[in-house]
C-alpha cells in the first residue's frame, strides 16, 4: 500500500508585519497603572493593574502576544489580531477607534472584552 503525504502551508501570518505606529506605546487600563510606569521597573508592574507595552515585533505586558494580522473595520481606525504567547495561544483583538481607547476582545469560543487603556 502507497501512502501519500501532502503538506498544505497557509500564509504565514505575521512574519514580515509589524504593529501599526499608531497602537505602538505604553497603554495602561487606568491613570494609576499609567503613574506606576513612572516610579517602578517593568517587573514591579502588575497585580491587579493591567497594562501593554506594543512595539513594532509584539505586545507585552498583562497579554503578551505576536502579531497576527490586520483587521478592515470600517467603525474602528486600527484594528490588528494578536497570538497570546501563553499555552492556549488564544486569539485577541486589539482595536482603536476614534475615541483613543485601546480596546482589547478575546476571540472565538466565550469571547469577551477584555479591557480598555489610555495611552499613558
Known amino acids: 500500500m502507497t501512502w501519500m503525504f501532502l503538506l498544505m502551508s497557509g500564509p504565514s501570518y505575521g512574519a514580515s508585519e509589524e504593529f501599526p505606529a499608531q497602537l505602538r506605546g505604553l497603554w495602561g487600563q487606568t491613570k494609576e497603572a499609567c503613574d506606576d510606569w513612572k516610579i517602578q521597573t ?6 491587579d493593574l493591567r497594562w501593554l507595552k506594543i512595539s513594532a515585533a509584539g505586545v507585552f505586558g498583562s497579554t503578551q502576544g505576536r502579531f497576527l494580522r490586520s483587521v478592515v473595520s470600517p467603525a474602528v481606525d486600527v484594528s490588528v489580531e494578536i497570538q497570546t504567547l501563553d499555552s492556549r495561544g488564544a486569539i485577541v483583538l486589539l482595536r482603536l477607534p476614534a475615541d483613543g481607547r485601546l480596546r482589547e476582545t478575546l476571540l472565538g469560543a466565550g469571547g469577551r472584552e477584555i479591557a480598555a487603556y489610555q495611552r499613558c
Open 42 to 47: 517593568v517587573p514591579d508592574v502588575g497585580g
